[in-house]
Structures are given as C-alpha cells and as structure tokens.
C-alpha cells in the first residue's frame, strides 16, 4: 500500500473525535471498539509500513511513545498485562494496537482478536470523557 | 508472574532446538507451529513483562535486534507484511512474535491468531535447515 489511498494519510481513518494527543512521531487514538476498555491506536505520522523504513533514531522514538501511552492506558485501565501489536493486514501504515487487558477479561489467555464479542462502540459524550481521560493520564 | 517459575526463565520454553541466534539482549527462536512458515519468536533475556521497564537504551537495543530478525524473516519468507506482537498474556516474559504473512496467506486480511488450522509441526531435521537458513540470511 502506497501513501496514496492510504487511510492514514488522507486522514480517514482513524477518526478525528478519537483523537487523544499528538505523541510526536505519532498519534494516539481511542479505538472505535471500546469492548476491551482503553483499546487505543498509535498511528506514525508518515507513511511507512515496516519497522526497517524507519531510520533507527526514528524507531526509538515511535517505541518511547508507544510505551509512554501503554503506561498511561495500562494505569488509566487496571491492566494485568499490555498488548501491544503492529498488524498492518488492512491497513498497511504503521500503527500499533495497544489494549489493555484487564483482572476482568473475558479470555485473559488469547489474543483481544480471537475473543467473539459484539462491538461495543461508545456515544459520543463518552467517547470525548475516555479521550480526555486519557490525555490527562499523559500530562497533556 | 516473577521470574521464578517463568518457562522463558527457567529455559523450559522456547525448544533449544528452535534457536536461531542470540541477538544482544534477546534471542529468536523459531515457533513451535510453522503453518505460517517462518513464524518466529524474540525472548528478551532477562525477565520483565512490560516495555516500560526496560530503559531506553535497552528497549531501543530491543526493537533494533526485532527490527533486524523481522526484516531477515520478510526476505527468507517472501513476506508482503510482516506482524510484529507482544502479548504476554500466558507467559508475561517479553517476548516478540514475528509472522511472515505471505501472498499464499490463507487469510491475509485477519491476526494470525483468527486463522483456524492444525499447528504444523515440523521433522527435526527441517526444523534444523528452517533455523540454519534464517540464521545465514541474519548473517551468523
């Protein structure tokens, strides 16, 4: 997948309400599916889609960041344990999945993915309060 | 989980057979199931579950060693995206899985994880080559 197209790039996706902070090298955002509480997107500003395009100062700074919003969702959540995954099987640009995984999981041992649950997508009022919760986790 | 009793720890997990190289602060191993072929594994060396506590030269130190195991991976597995992940959520030791996904993936749109099939386990002896070829393209 090229920039062209990309939804990253034009802006698309993910969308602008879920918005938590602009980290630097990237941005974090609220997943639209908030069933595992605190699910966010890290999205790199620019188009890349393997670590290796990445010079290695620029990488160190994407995993600072990525580490400094798992902290804060990770304390935000009352996560038990992080995951933290870079797919790109849909969407071809980077952009790690952080999800906390919390004492209340309902699969504790496998992967968010493989566990069948229905979307659950919140309304906007509280959309907006989980975003600024976690901004204000970050100190921004 | 602390590192007593921790099979990454004790050296229970990963199979010694499935060692492809010591990278610097972790190791890579190649995964038990190979119906993703050259599906790999990176084990940091010391025991910590969570990227906040390495520091940052270390994680840094991290993500290159991964960075380098995946980009070897692509190239010896014709990949078309490589999936990069850090789960823990059954042994909480850091530990990287790298997926080649190739352009015969049965289901190149989804997680690993998602696509139903029966682990492929392979004849010591093609473990043995699979681990010696991953170890040439690393060049070591």
Redesign the interface.
């Known amino acids: 997948m090229s920039a062209e197209g990309c939804p990253a790039c034009t802006g698309e996706w993910p969308a602008r309400a879920h918005r938590i902070l602009d980290c630097g090298t990237s941005v974090a955002y609220l997943h639209d599916d908030q069933f595992f509480p605190g699910w966010s997107v890290l999205v790199l500003k620019r188009h890349a ?4 395009q990445l010079a ?1 100062a620029e ?2 700074a994407l ?2 960041e ?3 919003v ?2 804060a969702l ?1 304390a935000g959540f009352d996560a038990v ?10 969407v ?1 640009h980077i952009h790690w999945h952080l999800i906390p ?1 919390r004492a209340d999981d309902p699969a ?4 968010a ?2 566990v069948a649950h229905e979307p659950r997508r919140l309304a906007p009022a509280e959309m907006a309060e989980r975003v600024a919760r976690i901004r204000a986790r970050l100190g921004a």
Request: proline share 9%; aromatic share 10%.
């Open positions: 889609t393997e670590l290796w290695p990488r160190s995993m600072d990525l580490t400094r798992a902290q990770a344990k992080m995951n933290y995954e870079l797919l790109g099987n849909q071809a995984r504790p041992r496998v992967p993915w493989t």
